[in-house]
């Protein structure tokens, strides 16, 4: 009996499935079902289902109560395939897929629609229009033949099989939600910025320092305006460039520690004050929607509110339900511990195969023991710092770990010369834009998002036409990819082994995983973290040294856990 099965969802709402054989071809007779939740349940032998995104069926099945072990989103199979081929960008849905597939013009991919505050409508409504079975299965077939094409195939397979894993675990996050007490936030925000004004104006506390501050420039100042702000310290004789708070910490004048203080508050305000209490959670859940590889490197992001930019203060609200805890488990060093898996520098996988700190071992071996120089060379051989004192302690670095310095100089060179850069298991960097093309655009360079928006680790436009910046992009690429595939493994591995328990997985962000179980189970998903890190540190690399542990903490509140 087949093992995989195919899933297209028609136009009314009703689904056809049918068994696939080994050439990824129908296997059996097509058949007709009234929907995804009992096509599924009527065949619980099916370990992978292949459907065209898991947008588009996953929210269905588990608002009926239906859990799946595996599938196949072949949308996000073409998103990595095309990025294999160098052709990131092109459209990436199936339709786009079976048109190029049939020498036919390809149709533009549909917008992303916004997240809907505190809602979970949204999520049932797809992007993108369903597909035939035939025509599905024709896209899937040719798509298993572009991954015997890859310079890895096995990798590569393993990249997709993963990140359609990583699709499931983000549709359960999104239906779980974080714990969240509505009523502790409430008295943060108040104890932060004592009471709200009518009319929805600035609370009490941003009103009395946007007060002390305009006293300190003797005028009035809108502290919530940065270019009023560079004008009232130009007046005083003080030239800045920008309010941000690295600058302004360098300026001695009396307005500058009420503007710090009216900066943090203000971010809270308006990025976790009462209205977006209001909008995001419901039922004592905060509800983001994550989106699994959201971006070029794999890291995933959130479609609205926030959800990867919690503030410590505002986590004091992530509290457990009654009975149960929060086990939020870090990772320990990923970064070094990725770059000695894939560079197979001898040295550094010894040091990262030892139970002590890493950044200790490695200054005890290059830097004399400064733990500090240790891991600003490190961190500067994978982000770029190569000039200054970063270049000296990468010359140190490069004595005792030459493989791995060596590895990321070459990705460097690779990016530099817009060439294809590649993760560990086959995600693919994007080269350099062509003369001409819009550099912020589609054929340009993407830009990496950051939760909820952009950061600076790729800076779009600049980075299609200087290539040092494309270099040092590639250089982390190469590190942060292949920690995201790491990850992916690690989170499939965790969902699996708590599949049989009441835990859920409830938050995840790069190096940082939360799981909302039963006080009873968190012993248990202690464990189980520890055995999913090791055992995607196996898949993901192979027989390396390589440890990669977490630091695991079991609380009530998720503040308490740093």
Known sequence: MADRWVLAVAEDGGVEVAPLGPDGLPAGPVRREPGPAKAVRARPEVARWVWRSTAEVYPRLLAAGVRVERCYDIEDAETLLLGHEGRYGEPRSAAAALARLRGGPVPPDPPQRAAAPGAQSSLFEPEGVPL??????????????????????????????????????????????????????????????GERYAGGGEPRRLAELADEISAAFGRRVRPDLPADVVKAFAGAGIRIRSTRRWEIESVDHPAV????????????????????????????????????????????????????????????????DPGWKLVVADADQMEPRVLAAISRDPGLMEVAGRESDLYQSVSDRAFAGDRDQAKLAVLGAVYGQTSGDGLKNLALLRRRFPRAVAYVDDAARAGEEGRLVRTWLGRTCPPAARPGDDPGGEAGLPQEEAPDGPQQDWVPGYASTDARARGRFARNFVVQGSAADWALLMLAALRRACATTAAELVFFQHDEVIVHCPAAEADAVVTAIREAASLAGRLTFGDTPVRFPFTTAVVDCYADAK
């Open 132 to 193: 035939p079975l035939a025509d599905l299965v024709a896209v899937y077939a040719e798509q298993q033949r572009r991954h015997d094409r890859a310079e890895h195939p096995d990798r590569m397979r393993l990249l997709t099989a993963s990140e359609s894993a990583g699709m499931l675990i983000a549709a359960e996050m999104n239906r779980a939600g974080l714990p969240w007490r509505a009523d502790v936030h409430r008295e943060v925000l108040h104890d932060l910025l």
């Open 257 to 320: 520690k009420p503007l710090i203080e009216y900066k943090r508050l203000y971010r809270i305000w308006v990025a976790h004050g009462w209205s977006w209490l209001q909008d995001w959670v419901r039922d004592g859940r905060f509800r983001p929607e994550f989106l699994a590889g959201g971006t070029v490197s794999g890291r995933w992001v959130t479609n609205g509110g926030g959800g990867l930019q919690i503030p410590k203060v505002i986590r004091r609200a992530v509290v457990a």
